[in-house]
């Protein structure tokens, strides 16, 4: 008997959207299952950079910054609403690297592939205005380069819908309880956490994008030897006040050999991270320790007039990156390159492939290399194609994001500027589809604070899997820095009646 499906994916980060996308978009018949909530553990926890990582270089790790230079681009490209491009600051410390170290790794940073509408790398005087601000006076020179911003959340919902949009089949709060090689195919069993309702699907191919839980994926639902490790580290951020009025970032050096980002974030804050910590306990428990916590502000109060205080984080966030483990010693120098373990295949055994490792920029690329083992297992119609295809709201000219917010505005001037940029960073085009119909303040529905509207969260439920206040706040968005432990606790009641009501209607 055919099985249901060509392929199921467990794991709804963005490797695993990334995947289920590529794949339904070449004509394969697509599932994918995630426990939580898209983006619910790493993949919302990153450092939100398309970057080519410019501290692998000392690694010698340069294939895989050429391959994350290359990405820059095609990302932004893909997702002009999500993604733009930054300006970061590498102050000059005399302690550390020399001046001719860095002006080497930055130019081959900037020649190593792929920029064309990047500016260059320059050198800046930082004890003159602007970049003077806040900065030590001993800091006199320092070197500007080029990376872009990503909502590293969002990129992960996008690649979903992107992905459900052509047809995948896309189960959040679906826990994959176990998974076996039957009649040729792979069945596999769903149980709905929330209802605890269990179903069981078929499928030729079996891809583990599980993260952090990759490893127990293989051996104790699939039942595989595993041949591989995953080397989980933690990584964790800071939020505090904004430290520049500028709009650069800055990238710190530290003594023990990494650095740390200082990063304009959601205009009144700046974001310190990240730290590298291995971590040995449950990926689904895991918040900064007061260790991390003082790292980060000693780290960036080194170079700050005004030192950085415990007391002045207004939110932090942690997150495990499931890193193949290459016996590295210290977790900073464990690689960050995806490695693609593929199970059976032969003689007529369904294959499996697991993914071990990876980040946030290459993730379009190890999903058309999943998918190039794949290729005789599976049935494409087409051959590659993401790389000039735009995510959902995405299909606008890379340098025209303020006359997306201007043409918002003028179709709908109830919006304030703040309002009608948010939406658009956000969605893109498709914020003219969550407005549609709407002229009046009225016309916008139930208010939850800030900017945040009915007519919003009936969107992100329907289009976007949002279930609870948590989804819609921290990951869809990043209006919890904003909105009270009130009004969170009042849009988490309405999701609850709102979802309960259509179960209802459904039954």
Known sequence: MKPEFDLIVIGGGINGTGIARDAVGRGASVLLAEMGDLAGATSSASTKLIHGGLRYLEYYE?????????????????APHIAWPLRFILPHHKDLRPAWLLRLGLFLYDHLGGRKLLPATRT????KPPFSSGLKSLFRRGFEYSDCWVDDARLVALNARDAADRGAEILTRTKCISARRENGHWSVTLEDVVTGVQRIVTASVLVNAAGPWVASMLSGVAGVNRSSNVRLVKGSHIVVPRLFEH????????GDGRIIFAIPYETDFTLIGTTDVDHQSDPGQVTISKDEIDYLCRSVSEYLEKPVK?????HTYSGVRPLYDDGAKDA???TRDYVLELDGGEDGTPALLSVFGGKITTYRKLAEHVLEKLEGFLPFKSGVWTAAASLPGGNFPVLSFDQEV???QETHPILSPAHATRLVRAYGTDARMILDGISSPADLGRHFGHDLYEVEVLWLIEREWARTADDILWRRSKLGLRISKEEAAILDGFL???????TAASA
């Open 496 to 502: 609850k009646d709102h979802l309960a009501a259509r």
């Open 62 to 78: 340069f294939n895989l910054v050429r391959k994350a230079l290359k990405e820059r681009e095609v990302l932004w490209r893909a």
């Open 332 to 334: 900073k120098a464990a």
């Open 310 to 314: 415990p007391e002045d984080i207004v």
């Open 406 to 408: 201007q043409r918002l």
């Open 124 to 127: 800046v005087r930082l004890d």
């Open 247 to 254: 709009d650069r970032c800055f990238i710190f050096q530290n």
